[in-house]
């Protein structure tokens, strides 16, 4: 299982717009089915969108239109582009990987990298 590190979050106004990163260690990043999870305060943590290796995404449908998964293999990293974004949007946003593709990447994985927040407010 690769090791991951979030960036890019902050502090923006609602119907803003954020770029988040997910670095990976390893080697084998382009075999892994990539997602990004979110988590916010009293919340569990959900997937809300995922690619695979082939470069097909699924998104959850609270962010859907709104938000762009892709990924760089060559840099080993996976970005979610966020626009539009609202205040129910606010929470820790986590990436982790699932190396079968015929499985999204699920909350289960024992090892998560340290989350970057996003916070939407006026």
């Known amino acids: 299982q690769p090791q991951f590190v979030e960036s890019g979050g902050g502090l923006v106004q609602p119907g803003g717009s954020l770029t988040l990163s997910c670095a990976a260690s390893g080697s084998l990043f382009s075999l892994y089915v990539v997602g990004w999870f979110r988590q916010g305060p009293g919340k569990q943590r959900d997937l809300i969108a995922y690619i695979k290796s082939d470069g097909k995404k699924n998104y959850a449908d609270s962010v859907k239109g709104r938000f762009t998964i892709s990924r760089d293999n060559a840099k080993n990293t996976a970005y979610l582009q966020m626009n539009s974004l609202k205040t129910e949007d606010s929470a820790m946003y986590y990436c982790?990987?699932?190396?079968?593709?015929?499985?999204?990447?699920?909350?289960?994985?024992?090892?998560w990298g340290q989350g970057t927040q996003v916070t939407v407010s006026s």
């Open positions: 982790n990987a699932e190396l079968n593709s015929d499985y999204a990447p699920n909350v289960a994985y024992d090892d």
